[in-house]
């Protein structure tokens, strides 16, 4: 029996002691809802994995008319609204149609496996400081991977060959062939499993 999805880290969870007359601070208030929000993330690790809890369809679009003509080819799909959970409990919530094309070009006469993932972004990591806003909006990064980290959600998987690659549903849902978008490999959320038996 193997494990495939990691436990919630082994660590006490340390919250803040407030008492009368304690100065809140931002590194206070940050450490509370830090903690908060470890709460949350543990809650998800323990009991589900990192999957789509609904939406994000993908499907081939021809390229937007904006682009350069060098980037006109059959290579653009089109994310639709959804939400998704992360291994790490991180909610990813992408609000509206995402455009992607994907890069990646498989060597002559051989077949090169692409996953297409979208991953949670703190923006906390990305801005140094709010200037003068309140609230930040929590973001997100769709990401095409030869391998799936523990951080991402996979969206599709596309088998590519060829030299001029045109993508397309899938004939055969059950069996996605060569350039054919691949969702039968998606996680959907469900509980998680206490082991696998191979």
Known sequence: ??????????????????????????????????????????????????????????????PPEQVQSAYRDGRWVEIQPGVAIDGEGNPIVV????????????????????????????????????????????RFRIVEKMTLGPRDVELCRICLEGQDIILRPAANVFEPGINEIDLLHRPMTQLRPEGLVR
């Open 1 to 62: 029996m193997s494990q495939p999805f990691p436990f919630p880290p082994l660590q006490a969870f340390e919250r803040l002691q407030i008492t009368d007359g304690l100065l809140m601070t931002a590194d206070l208030w940050q450490r509370a809802h830090g903690y908060h929000r470890q709460r949350q993330n543990f809650v998800y690790q323990a009991l589900h994995h990192a999957a789509v809890v609904y939406g994000l369809g993908v499907v081939a679009i021809e």
């Open 95 to 138: 609000a509206q149609t995402e455009t992607f094309r994907l890069e990646s070009e498989p060597s002559p006469g051989e077949q090169l496996r692409v996953y297409l993932t979208v991953s949670y972004v703190d923006p906390d990591e990305l801005t140094p400081g709010l200037g003068d806003r309140v609230s930040i909006k929590e």
